[in-house]
């Protein structure tokens, strides 16, 4: 390994280690382009069954200080989600549950000449019982849109280009099948206030709020996690329902003064109780109308032999 290699690997050791996480294996990888690339699980270091794959450039210098606030940043909130039943689960706001997963970092340049940036993932549903239906994702970053992240890598990208796929099935402009092609999910500048600074996904009140952190528990806590307490001021749901981790935290405790979480940790995290999980019905109901709002009609009358192509 070169002196540069290992300064580096020490930065991001020392980086994760502030943050209660451990570095416990890193492989050379390539990415979509066959750039090389740095492969390193992050641990959990109280629970290390808990792991997170980071992917970076091989040329990436984690020893910038532009770069420390947000790596950061990225470890912190890494070492809480780690916490939760399902590290790498996510709701929309129509009531989906999902896992996200094989996403493969960093950002590539477009192979169809247009000057944009891609990465590649998978989303799958997650209910507890047909994890089949998924979506293969072709995310793509505009070059203008790119100038105002610090680095086209993961830490740096994760959370909003996550986001963008969450709102992108909000529109019902993403189909889970059984199998398929990648699907397109456009990250451009609507999606970013140049004058606020910030990300901006979905205007949300508060009772869009209760009843996302509500799904939440439900799913988390209730189906995946054995009641286990989920972690309610993610910052990523606060970006993603433009709010703030205070507003989150007392819309929970509005939902825990009406019966249906109990919370623990200052607040931040909450658990399902009976009162919640009586509404099953309505919630596996709720499944069955977004999947239905995000199958694409034209599909079914392209399967009738209905069509004027």
């Known amino acids: 390994m070169s002196t540069a ?94 896992t996200f997963g094989k996403f493969a970092w960093p950002f590539h340049g477009s192979t169809s000449g247009a000057d944009t940036s891609i990465v590649h993932g998978e989303v799958h549903l997650a209910t507890g019982a047909d994890a089949a239906l998924h979506a293969k994702i072709s995310a793509s970053l505009t070059r203008t849109f790119a100038d105002v992240v610090s680095a086209l890598e993961q830490p740096f990208a994760e959370g909003f280009i996550f986001n963008a796929v969450r709102k992108t099935l909000d529109q019902g402009q993403l189909e889970l099948v059984k199998s398929g092609n990648r699907q397109p999910v456009p990250v451009t500048t609507r999606y970013y206030s140049l004058k606020q600074s910030k990300f901006i996904f979905n205007d949300t009140d508060e009772q869009k709020r209760k009843e996302y952190l509500k799904g939440k528990v439900y799913w988390l806590s209730g189906v995946l996690g054995a009641g286990a307490p989920v972690w309610l001021t993610d910052p990523r749901d606060a970006q993603y329902l433009n709010t703030t981790v205070d507003e989150l935290q007392k819309n929970a405790a509005a939902l825990a003064a009406e019966g249906f979480i109990t919370l623990s940790d200052a607040g931040e995290w909450g658990a399902i109780t009976d009162a919640l999980r009586a509404q099953t019905a309505a919630y596996e109901a709720e499944v ?16 009738g032999g209905h069509t004027n192509m």
């Not at 980071?54 to 770069?67: A, I, Q, V, Y």
């Not at 790596?71 to 790498?88: G, H, I, K, V």
């Open 288 to 303: 069955q109308e977004a999947l239905t709002f995000i199958k694409p009609s034209f599909n079914e009358d392209m399967r």
């Open 5 to 98: 290699a290992t300064t580096h690997a020490e930065q991001l050791e020392a980086a994760a280690k502030a943050a209660g996480l451990t570095l416990t294996a890193s492989e050379p990888g390539t990415d979509f382009a066959g750039v090389a690339t740095t492969r390193t699980i992050v641990a959990l270091t109280s629970d290390p069954s808990k792991t997170h794959l980071l992917e970076l450039s091989e040329g990436f210098d984690p020893s910038n200080l532009k770069f420390a606030p947000e790596l950061n940043t990225f470890f912190t909130e890494l070492a809480l989600r780690l916490r939760n039943p399902d590290p790498d689960f996510y709701l929309t706001l129509l009531g989906l549950p999902l």
